[in-house]
Structure formats: structure tokens, C-alpha cells
């Protein structure tokens, strides 16, 4: 009989498998960063318990694009500074993807808040710019001209925040309890660069980044930078604190009962 591909795989293949993927090589990207402060009751408003404020209200937007053989990829994300135990890091609020393999292992495995959108870096000589956009709207576009050649930092590592969890069969809470994953990237940049300009906002009812306003802009730069990244579950959470919040990850918080009839898919 032929190999049924659905069918369950050997230990070797699964080893294999994982052994693969423990040894990437680098991957570079060029990026685009913009840090600016915000109101602080807006950002304070979009952080689920037990994430607390840091002292300055931050926003970043970070919009890269991903030279991958045959497979080019866009990614970007909207985050607020967040502060757990002690550690310092960003929430993210959503994570535009141009691809679905770049979504499945986010999502399933560190809880990433990730959705499917249009991801652009564009440079012309000194011109920049750099967009996030769903359904139509570029709900995030950073413009400007790069200014000057900025010293390569040190390796660094960085922490983001994310929430884990099933959404319940019946309609109702969760299917397990909730766990909020510290999300450790190690950060590396060979290139570096000030851009001078500016960050436009645009209202979107999908992604409403609208909320955290521009008040002052901290800082844009354009760059080349390699990171991996490791999880970790550091508690579990209060269900009916981090229910109100799990709108942020959905476009419509009902799609997720909106499942097709029996056979109809």
C-alpha cells in the first residue's frame, strides 16, 4: 500500500524533524523601528493582569521583510511596554503576516497574536517608507529619509509577552486554564540607521492602534538584524481576568463559533 500522508509518522522522521529545525542558520531581515510615547491610560488600558505599565507609556511598530529563498516574507508588529515580575519586555497587539507558515507556529506554540496582512519596506536611495496593513487600511505607515549612520549595538536579548489559550467549545470562557509566555529573543544587527520623519496612524475597526496616539516620537531607524527566540510558561492566569482582553487577538471575537456546518468545508 501506498504511504498514507495523514497517517501517523515514524519517531525517526519526528526526530529528524526537530533536529532540522534546531538548526537554522541565521536568517537576516530589514526592518524598520519606530518608538514613540503615548498616553499613559491608553496603554495601561490594553495590558491584560498580571501585566502592569512601565514608567514611560512606549509604542513600537516594527515592519520587516524577510529575503528567504523562494519564500520572501513580511512581518511586522504593534507592541506597548509591559513589565512582569520584575522583566521588562513589549505586548504585542497584533502581528501582521504575509504568509500562513510564518502565523501557525506563533499562534499554536508561544500565543502570538498574529493574523494574515499586507507587510511593506520600501527604500529609494535615502527615502523610507514602511506600512502595516488588513483589509485595505494601512493602519500603521512610517515615512521619512535616513539621516545617519548609527554605532552596531551588542547582542541583545529582549522579552515579549504573550497569552496562551483555547477559547472554550461552548461558547463560554476557556477550554483549559490561560499562561502567559515570556517570549526571550536574542537579537543581533550588522547595520543600522536614523531615519528622520514621521508615523501616521490610521483608523481601522480591525486593528485600532488609533487608540495610542503619537505624542511624542521617540525614535525610527531602519536596520539589519538576525534574532531566534525561546518560550517560556512562566504562570497561569486568571480566566475571567484575561476574558475582556481576548478580543485583541480576533477580528470579530464570534468568528471564533463561526465554524462551517459538518462537511460543508
Known sequence: MARVRYGARSEAEIAASRSASSKLPDIWSTGVVAVWESDPDAVAAVLPPPLKPTGRPL?????????????PLGAGSVAVAAEHGGVEGWYPLVMPMTHERALIGGREVFG???KL???????????VTAALARHGI???EVRGAVSADLPIPEPSQKTDFYFKFLP????????????????????KIRKL???TGDVVLRESMYDPVADLPVRSLVDITIGEKTTDQKGKVVERVSAQALLPYIHQRYDDPQQIHDGPPEGSA
Open 168 to 187: 472554550g467549545v461552548d461558547g463560554s470562557g476557556f477550554d483549559a486554564e490561560p499562561v502567559l509566555v515570556h517570549c526571550l529573543r536574542n537579537e
Open 117 to 127: 496582512g499586507e507587510v511593506t519596506v520600501e527604500r529609494d536611495g535615502l527615502v
Open 59 to 71: 509604542v513600537r511598530a516594527n515592519i520587516s521583510k524577510v529575503d528567504l529563498p523562494g519564500y
Open 138 to 140: 494601512a493602519f500603521v
Open 112 to 114: 502570538e497574536p498574529k
Open 193 to 195: 540607521e536614523r531615519i
